[in-house]
Structures are given as structure tokens and as C-alpha cells.
């Protein structure tokens, strides 16, 4: 029977640990938490299905407040980090990793950050209900190239398309908000709507065609990407909710990750459970995913805030998690 193994537990953070990022190659993982730190882990060999990890590095000193994001660039050579003293931090690791610059304008905490496929574009997102576009000059210097104003509350969190210039946002407001440029202005081309509560996490699949939300109504949405005309590629995409899985998690889902090369789904939220999705049907009218491995208690009576699958497909179905109790925790799925 498929099942979770747990592999490792990595304790140090003296808060609750709220996002949990592995770099590009998937040999490193960094935890930011509520005792303003980020710490960086590495597994022994190189390899994190080894139980034995080592913290190797502490970001600390420069923000005020919580840590509430992480994210490694996709050169895994910068971190970007999101914090309730609203700013964004970008550390560059030359020997070890140093606050290179300060990305500041929004009014409230710094909710979410993220990078572009390339690397040359950072998005960030706010509780002041705005989305800021930067892009990377240089490793230090970063211009606001826009700032989107569409969301009418909270915003949550920001996501990349896995190859294209596309950024999904969704917060408090129960939507999902598709941001694409044109004519060297940003714009909202599409509003996704169903969702009966805040959206706390939105991931594309490895195409990006595919889009999963996670939300405080208990449920995980799957949107699908369509050109509004075949013939025309510059032409806006729509998206539509193709299912929508529930009755699985029993309060509010936090986080959810897209495996980029299985293609497994995991969620984690309030319930403090973990749930694995596989998808049992490849037929797009009929797309259907299923619960194939759960963990109750995954991180003892604590709310998850975070889940995310490695990025390398030679360690297999390994993610990690962080939550509450201030721990980051690495399991593998065994199929």
C-alpha cells in the first residue's frame, strides 16, 4: 500500500516556521519562521533522502518581523525573503548569504514572494491588497516595473508560470487573479472565481496549462488554461474549473505543491494533515485526482503552513514541510 515515510526532522527555529523552499537542484532547503530567521539545511551526500541534515546557515539581522516567505532564485545562488515589516530581502551567496538590497514600497506585511522562470523578475504581494512587479538589473539592483492594484483585499500569495512571463495572485478575496504583460504594461486577463473563502496557495502544473488553488473552504480547485482563439498565440488565455477536490481535509487548506516532474499533488492546511493526490484520469474532460497517502498529525496537533515537493526527479516523491510547532520535516511517498 502506498504510505509516507518521515525522514527527518529538522528542529532550531524558535517560532512557528512558515514557508519551506528547496533550491533549484534540490540539495538545499530553506525555512523562514516567525523568530525572524531564515535557516538553510543540507542533507548528508547531498542527497535528501539521507535522515541526517545540517542547519549550515542563519539569515538573521535584517528583518524586523516575522519571516512570513522564502524563495531560492532559479540560479539558487539568491534568496528572496517576505516579511511582516514589509519589506523584501534579497541575500546573495557569494561565500555565504548577505542582504544585497531592500525592495520596499508596500504599505503592510509582505505576504509572498516569488521569482520568474528566468530569474529576472521578483513578484511580491501584500495585506495593503497590492502586487509588485521588480526586475533584476543586477544582483543588487531591482527597479518596480508595476504595481497591480486589482485584489480588493489580503493578498495571500504569488506564483510564477513554470516558463512563461504569467503570475497567478489570490488572497482574501476568493479569487485567483492571472497577471500577463502587454505592450510593457501589466494586466489582469483573467479572475478565476468558485472559491467560497480565502485562497491561501495557487501552483501550476509542469506546463503550465494546469493551475491548483488551495482554500479556507476546505477544498483544493483545478483550473485549465484555454486559448480564447486558436489562431492567435498572443491572445489573452481563459481558465476554467475543470474539479474541484473535497471532503478530504476538514478545515482549511494552506499550502499545496505541483509536483513539476510526477505530477502528484500535496496539500497541507488547519486540519494538521497531510494528504497525497495522484491523478487517475488523463482524459481533460474527465480530469480526476485521488487521495493515494495521508498523514494525520503530521506535525502533532500544529497547524501545516507549508508543503512543497523536491524539484529533482532523481530523489523521487520527496517533499517537506513546516508548521507550527516551529519544526521542518522531510518525508518521502512511497508508491
Known amino acids: 500500500m502506498p504510505r509516507l515515510e518521515l525522514i527527518a526532522e529538522l528542529e532550531g527555529h524558535e517560532d512557528r516556521v512558515?514557508?519551506?523552499?528547496?533550491?533549484?537542484?534540490?540539495?538545499?532547503?530553506?525555512?523562514?519562521?516567525?523568530?525572524?530567521?531564515?535557516r538553510i539545511w543540507v542533507p548528508d551526500e547531498c542527497n535528501p533522502g539521507k535522515a541526517s541534515w545540517n542547519c549550515v546557515g542563519l539569515l538573521e539581522g535584517f528583518h524586523e518581523r516575522t519571516i512570513r516567505s522564502v524563495q531560492y532564485s532559479p540560479s539558487g545562488q539568491v534568496i528572496a525573503t517576505g516579511s511582516f515589516d514589509g519589506t523584501t530581502g534579497i541575500w546573495d551567496k557569494s561565500e555565504k548569504f548577505d542582504c544585497v538590497a531592500t525592495l520596499e514600497g508596500h504599505e503592510n506585511e509582505v505576504k509572498s514572494v516569488a521569482w520568474s522562470a528566468t530569474g529576472s523578475l521578483i513578484a511580491t504581494c501584500s495585506r495593503d491588497k497590492s502586487v509588485w512587479i521588480w526586475e533584476a538589473a543586477s544582483y543588487d539592483d531591482f527597479e518596480c516595473l508595476a504595481v497591480l492594484q486589482e485584489h480588493s483585499q489580503d493578498v495571500k500569495t504569488v506564483k510564477w508560470h513554470p516558463s512563461e512571463e504569467i503570475l497567478a495572485s489570490a488572497g482574501y478575496d476568493d479569487t485567483i487573479k492571472i497577471w500577463e504583460e502587454q505592450d510593457d504594461d501589466w494586466y489582469c486577463t483573467a479572475t478565476l472565481e468558485g472559491h467560497k473563502s480565502t485562497v491561501w496557495a495557487v501552483d501550476f502544473d509542469s506546463r503550465g496549462d494546469r493551475l491548483v488553488s488551495a482554500s479556507d473552504d476546505k477544498t483544493l480547485r483545478i483550473w485549465k488554461r484555454e486559448k480564447l482563439t486558436k489562431d492567435d498565440d498572443c491572445n489573452p488565455s481563459s481558465w476554467r474549473c475543470v474539479t474541484t477536490l473535497e471532503g478530504y481535509h476538514k478545515r482549511a487548506i494552506y499550502s499545496v505543491s505541483w509536483s513539476k516532474h510526477h505530477g502528484h499533488l500535496v496539500s497541507g492546511g488547519d486540519d494538521n494533515t497531510i494528504h497525497i493526490y495522484a491523478e487517475t484520469s488523463l482524459v481533460d474532460t474527465e480530469i480526476q485526482f485521488d487521495v493515494v497517502a495521508t498523514v494525520e498529525g503530521a506535525h502533532g496537533v500544529h497547524d501545516i503552513n507549508s508543503v512543497v515537493w523536491n524539484p529533482n526527479e532523481e530523489f523521487g516523491y520527496i517533499f517537506a514541510s513546516g508548521g507550527d510547532d516551529g519544526i521542518v520535516r522531510v518525508w518521502q511517498y512511497i508508491p
Open 18 to 38: 512558515w514557508q519551506v523552499s528547496w533550491n533549484p537542484n534540490g540539495t538545499q532547503l530553506a525555512s523562514c519562521s516567525g523568530d525572524k530567521t531564515v
